[in-house]
């Protein structure tokens, strides 16, 4: 999975380790879908660690989020998936080669 790029695991169950374990794998990682993972939670070291990463459904009360991009609410938006797709368009056609 080194060369992965996007991952979608809305609503599954997973934790925290499995969650660090699969974007420590993934170097390449740009977007992490985990709108519904409800034993996920990612603290500042994460946030540090992973400052690239955009992260879809991040849960946590780490106060430094505030200041970035992140959504407070785990809702499903309107909002939310503009800004989703705007990302898929900003990766551009390349991304989808091989």
């Not at 997973?14 to 374990?21: D, I, R």
């Not at 794998?25 to 992490?32: T, V």
């Not at 106060?63 to 909002?79: A, K, M, P, V």
């Amino acid at each position: 999975m080194p060369r992965l790029k996007r991952l979608e695991i809305a609503h599954l169950c997973v934790s925290t380790e499995g969650v660090l374990k699969i974007v420590s794998s993934c170097p390449e990682l740009e977007l992490l879908d985990i709108r519904g993972c409800q034993n996920v939670k990612l603290d500042e070291n994460f946030v540090k660690r992973f400052s690239a990463l955009k992260v879809l459904g991040l849960q946590t009360d780490c106060s430094c989020l505030h200041s970035r991009d992140f959504s407070d609410s785990l809702e499903y938006t309107d909002d939310r998936y503009a800004e989703y797709l705007d990302f898929l368009e900003e990766l551009g056609d390349d991304y989808y080669t091989d």
